[in-house]
């Protein structure tokens, strides 16, 4: 991992006169002793971790000014953060052993070698990966023994991941100087624990009751903003366990204790865009920049999974390059975020803005630790030089006004809803007294109806009585034309006429006896009936009466229905009226087809002297001949119109030959049946 040193005001100088650290014993001290103007160091930006102290020893170190303060560099090189440090003290005292502890600043790997006649030896290991040794003193003292009347060599390297915020330095304490100065240390951070500790409730209190309400509301709203808090909960814990030495990582997980294993910034990002896009709509209402947003959000989840490989593999990538711009994925979500909340035209902008640009510009306040402010405080220093405090403010900040805007969106949800159960009400006023008036118009509607089915069921009773009557008029009527034919062959003394007569007589009053028993007869029957009548009318005019009857083949006489009667009366008009004006007689035809389905079409045709000319002569016959026939068929015509709701239409028609002059006469019927 790639990292320089940047140095004000370095001087080289020779290895060879760098003098060493002397003590005469035990030495007595109040504050510790800076040694940084005896120490030498050597930034190594190979970056490889297996150097050797041999190849290290024969390296170029370099002296600190006095009066300047050294920080870690990013603009120099990305090489590994991995700096050597040397020093020498020498124990001039006869008996007493000099006993001090090494402080190299707060880094995460520092080791101590101490170069013995024969072979260079590992003694120490400190930094904040190491808090889980057993040292009384802490992770970051280094214990240094020199015996008496020796002089010892000593080599330090720091080792830095991803970033550091600490100054380069170097000092020794005796056991009482460093409890006094890490107790001091503890003072001045009390401050900064207690407010990071104040935030982690914000985060449990804020990740709980949303999470409650997640499952009250079924809302991913919610849920997102829970995952959000929590993410952040737990982000925080992390950071005061690395900052504070909680001590809550076991030794198997040294690599935990890193405040960037695993980085859980990735997860706050993610959760941060979900609920985003949920509250704004952003998938509808802005599809292009919901597009990248995704995009993004799938970046931070490769990440995140990244991350925890190397919190429980180690560092993947020998350069620092990666770690060091890790979160710009994560800076262009938010910003792609604060412009689509800029953009949208939703009620809670305001709120939602806010918090983005809160937690954004709060966050990147100290910009990471690149750059250092002087004449601050101690208790300021550990505000300034600590990124996460700055991130866990923003994130307060950013959750709070979050939880506004979800509770307004509650509020608005909640007007929203007591409108539509306002304007539901009125609608179902309106509709209660519009069903009301459908109801009254219905009863008064129903009544009506009732009344006009009475009215009905009286005037079809009226009817049927009617056209029982009329049957009762037709049946003598052909009892009375027959029995004066009959009389007439009895007269001429003619028995074999006269006993054929009879006998079409009786087939004839037996067919008519059965057909005016029915409202319908087939039509096979009426057409029987019809022939006997023309047959005994043929008889009685002497031959004079010729006829033909033609159904059309596709007619089934036998099913198709027709009142009873109905032709009969219009024969014998032709017959009566038409043909017995004549000398010679004429012909009746009757042509029976069905153009549709619904529709029964007969023609009557006889070829007599027409209606006007048989008006005129009034002959002896006809004026004895009153047709009640005709009159009687008109009204059961009628009658059946009424009865059955049906249109059943006679035309009459005069026809005419090549001179003008009358020819007969057409009866058209058109039956529905």
């Known amino acids: 991992m790639i990292f320089g040193l940047w140095l004000m005001g370095l001087t080289a100088l020779a290895q060879a006169g760098l003098p060493p650290v002397v003590f005469n014993g035990q030495p007595v001290t109040e504050q510790g002793l800076d040694i940084r103007p005896y120490s030498q160091f050597f930034p190594d930006s190979s970056s490889n971790p297996d150097r050797s102290l041999a190849w290290v020893r024969k390296q170029h170190f370099y002296r600190f000014k006095p009066g300047l303060r050294y920080r870690w560099d990013v603009s120099t090189d990305w090489s590994r953060q991995q700096v050597w440090l040397r020093f020498s003290i020498t124990n001039t ?22 170069l013995s006649r024969t072979v260079p030896a590992n003694i120490s290991r400190a930094g904040f990966l190491w808090r889980w040794n057993s040292h009384p003193l802490g992770p970051l003292a280094l214990p240094v023994i020199v015996p008496p009347r020796t002089t010892h060599h000593y080599y330090i390297r720091v080792v830095n991941f991803v ?13 009482q100087d460093f409890k006094l100065w890490n107790a001091s240390w503890v003072q ?10 104040m935030m982690l409730g914000c985060f449990l209190l804020m990740g709980t009751y949303t999470f409650y309400q997640y499952f009250l509301n079924q809302d991913r709203a919610f849920l997102y903003y829970a995952l959000y808090a929590s993410t952040a909960f737990v982000w925080v814990v992390k950071m005061m366990n690395s900052r504070f030495g909680l001590g809550l990582i076991s030794a198997p997980y040294s690599l935990l204790n890193h405040p960037n294993l695993p980085s859980l910034s990735f997860s706050i990002g993610i959760f941060y865009a979900l609920f985003l896009l949920k509250i704004l709509d952003l998938p509808a209402r802005q599809p292009k920049f919901t597009r990248l947003i995704r995009g993004l959000v799938w970046v931070l989840v490769g990440q995140q999974a990244l991350s925890f490989v190397q919190a429980f ?12 711009f890790q979160d710009v994925p994560n800076i262009l979500t938010g910003a792609l975020l604060i412009v689509a909340t800029a953009r949208s035209r939703s009620p809670l902008k305001p709120y939602l803005l806010t918090g983005g640009l809160a937690l954004y ?10 750059f250092r402010f002087y004449g601050l405080t101690p208790v300021e220093e550990t505000f300034i030089y600590y990124p996460p405090f700055f991130m866990s403010v923003g994130m307060v900040i950013d959750l709070f006004c979050f939880a506004l805007a979800l509770a307004y969106r509650s509020r608005l949800v909640e007007v929203e809803r007591n409108q539509m159960q306002t304007r539901h009400a009125r609608d179902l006023e309106i509709q209660l007294v519009q069903r009301s ?3 009254q118009e219905q009863s008064r509607l129903l009544e009506a109806q009732h009344i006009r089915q009475l009215e009905t069921e009286f005037e079809q009773k009226l009817a049927d009585t009617e056209m029982t009557a009329l049957r009762a008029q037709m049946n003598p009527h052909f009892i009375f034309n027959c ?15 006269a006993s054929d007569y009879l006998t079409k007589f009786s087939r004839l009053i037996r067919l008519v006896l059965e057909n005016s028993r029915s409202e319908l007869v087939p039509l096979q029957s009426e057409l029987e009936a019809l022939q006997l009548y023309i047959e005994l009318e043929a008889m009685r005019f002497k031959q004079k009466v010729q006829f033909s009857i033609h159904v059309a083949p596709r007619i089934d006489q036998r099913f198709l229905c027709i009142p009873p009667l109905l032709l009969q009366p219009y024969v014998e008009n032709a017959i009566w009226h038409g043909l017995m004006h004549k000398s010679e007689g004429g012909t009746v035809s009757v042509e029976v087809s069905q153009p549709e389905d619904s529709l029964l079409h007969i023609e009557i045709t006889d070829d007599g002297v027409g ?6 002569l009034k002959s002896k016959s006809a004026g004895k001949h009153k047709s009640f026939g005709m009159q009687v068929t008109a009204d059961r015509i009628r009658m059946i119109n009424q009865l059955y709701n049906i249109q059943t239409q006679t035309q009459i028609v005069d026809m005419m030959d090549s001179f003008g002059e009358p020819c007969g006469t057409r009866v058209i019927l058109e039956i529905p049946v």
């Open 611 to 616: 209606r006007e000319r048989a008006a005129e």
């Open 437 to 439: 008036q459908e109801i």
């Open 163 to 175: 970033r550091t915020f600490d100054e380069f330095k170097i000092s020794l304490f005796t056991r």
């Open 93 to 114: 005292h006869p008996t007493d052993s000099v006993r001090l502890y090494a402080h190299a600043g707060v880094h995460a790997d520092i080791t101590l070698y101490e």
């Open 361 to 370: 510009l709060i966050t990147f306040f100290p910009l990471h630790g690149f």
């Open 313 to 324: 593999g180690g560092w993947l990538f020998a350069s620092n390059f990666y770690y060091l």
């Open 483 to 497: 029995l004066n034919s009959i009389k007439l062959y009895t007269l001429q003394n003619d028995a074999d006429k």
């Open 188 to 197: 001045i951070a009390v401050y900064l624990f207690g407010a990071m500790a």
